[in-house]
């Protein structure tokens, strides 16, 4: 069975924090999403990775693929309390369009 | 672009009845929809994968015969809780994919159905 195990499980920082949170797993992934969800909504995704070593940001927000495409990391400057939600990252492996979603992270941005 | 609408966005019924939940791609073509569950707190957890046209392909686990799906035209497709009971209470969210050659395998989320089981 895949799995993408993401760490932490929950976050509780302080606005102006600086966080990472981990997606790891022992399979290879063609491709790798990351999404934010909030509360009673589907999740809204926030970046695509295919290539191992990539390196995307979006504003606050660095997304990084392992060079082996086996793990990814997003690590969030200054955080803020729009960022509070849940982070989920999905990976999908070559010859199948599935996502498998990793086990999410909390995060909570007290003002 | 690439928006995915599911109806209803809430529903309650009586255990013992079935509950038809639908997923539309408003502005493309879905080649295949996805059909995932959510328990409070936790992750989303792949139900099924269904492909205009044809039978859907369900996870192990599922319940074809509890979990109908149909996926009969390119932008519809529908999931019925059959006989619902009051552990099928859930967060069901659907995703969409074009599937266009040449582009990475995005998926489109539906802001998700609740579904509560009395």
């Known amino acids: 069975t895949q799995l993408l195990e993401q760490s932490p499980q929950f976050l509780s920082i302080q606005e102006g924090e600086n966080l990472t949170v981990y997606c790891n797993s022992s399979?290879?992934?063609?491709?790798l999403q990351w999404y934010r969800q909030e509360p009673g909504e589907g999740p809204v995704l926030l970046v695509t990775v295919v290539t191992g070593g990539e390196v995307k940001k979006l504003k606050r927000l660095t997304f990084q693929f392992g060079d082996a495409r086996k793990d990814s990391s997003l690590h969030i400057t200054a955080a803020q309390p729009g960022d509070t939600g849940l982070y989920l990252c999905a990976g999908t492996t070559s010859g199948t369009y599935k996502y498998i979603f990793g086990t999410g992270t909390r995060l909570k941005v007290l003002a | 672009g690439a928006v995915v609408s599911q109806h209803p966005s809430r529903v309650i019924c009586k255990s013992g009845t079935s509950v038809k939940i639908e997923c539309r791609s408003l502005d493309f073509q879905a080649t295949t929809m996805f059909w995932y569950r959510q328990f409070p707190k936790q992750s989303l957890m792949l139900m099924a994968t269904s492909n205009e046209g044809s039978k859907a392909t369900y996870e192990q686990g599922v319940e074809k015969d509890k979990f109908l799906i149909n996926h009969a035209s390119l932008t519809l497709s529908t999931l019925t809780v059959t006989s619902a009971h009051p552990e099928d209470s859930s967060f069901y969210i659907c995703?969409?994919?074009?599937?266009?050659?040449?582009?990475?395998?995005?998926?489109?989320f539906g802001p998700g159905t609740r579904l509560t089981v009395l």
């Open positions: 399979s290879v992934f063609s491709s």
């Open positions: 995703s969409a994919s074009p599937r266009l050659a040449g582009l990475t395998d995005t998926q489109y």
